[in-house]
């Protein structure tokens, strides 16, 4: 992904937060459509973001959001139905060169490509890759893409970790780090930012090299 580009989110509460933040920290412009006043608030005071609080499926909040200066839609909600409308408006009336999507049903993902959706994302599936560590970084590159080079980096936390029973938004990451994964009792679990840090936990954050560093020893309270 090129940096300084103009990026429209659509919903997905904790999903937009974090990856807002991912995003700015990249240098791209990001503006938010969600129907959660929280999550507008909480973003527009946290990062240099443009946040409106709406319905994506009609057309006047798409384009109060400036929709067709959009380099890229990404939609992240809940519902595939939902993800799947926002994509095919952002392709079909606004020509978006780029439509992404969460699909949570990974049997919907056949139709969705069938629909011109150019990137779907299934989150059971990218956990099960993580599990079975088949071309782990390849993958999360393939889904997560950034304009510099990314390092994943497992981190296991040991009794002696500053950060256990700590959640992760209170942990002081760098701007460019993202928890993908958390690995525990040998079950994923999809981080949110109320997530507390156990021991033994197998954190699997992705990051520019210049801040992995600064990021792993966060997580390991080195």
Same mark, same amino acid.
């Given at each position: 992904m090129e940096c300084d580009m103009n990026i429209l989110l659509v919903n997905g509460f904790q999903k937009s937060y974090f990856l807002a933040k991912s995003l700015c920290g990249q240098g791209h412009h990001i503006t938010?459509? @969600?129907?959660?006043?929280n999550l507008c608030r909480n973003l527009a005071e946290s990062v240099e973001i443009v946040c409106i609080l709406g319905d994506a499926g009609n057309t006047s909040v798409l384009e109060q959001a400036e929709i067709k200066k959009a380099d890229i839609v990404i939609a992240l909600s809940d519902s595939d @139905? /939902?993800?799947?409308?926002?994509c095919e408006l952002a392709k079909r009336k606004y020509h978006i060169r780029l439509? !992404? $999507?969460? !699909?949570?049903?990974? @049997?919907?993902?056949e139709f969705f /490509?069938?629909?011109?959706?150019?990137?779907?994302? $299934?989150? $059971?599936?990218?956990?099960? $890759?993580?599990?079975?560590?088949e071309n782990m970084g390849n993958s999360i590159r393939r889904f997560l893409p950034a304009c510099s080079d990314i390092v994943v980096k497992e981190v296991t936390l040991t009794a002696k970790s500053k950060i256990l029973d700590k959640k992760l938004w209170e942990i002081p990451f760098p701007p460019q780090c993202t928890v993908v994964c958390i690995i525990r009792n040998g079950t994923a679990v999809i981080p949110q930012g109320t997530t507390e840090c156990k021991e033994n936990d197998k954190l699997i954050i992705l990051a520019p090299s210049t801040a992995m /560093? /600064?990021?792993? @020893?966060?997580l390991a309270g080195s």
């Open positions: 938010l459509i @969600a129907k959660n006043q @139905a /939902e993800n799947l409308m926002i439509a !992404v $999507s969460i !699909v949570n049903n990974p @049997a919907n993902i /490509e069938q629909n011109g959706i150019d990137y779907c994302i $299934s989150e $059971s599936d990218l956990i099960d $890759s993580l599990i079975r560590k /560093e /600064e990021a792993a @020893a966060q």
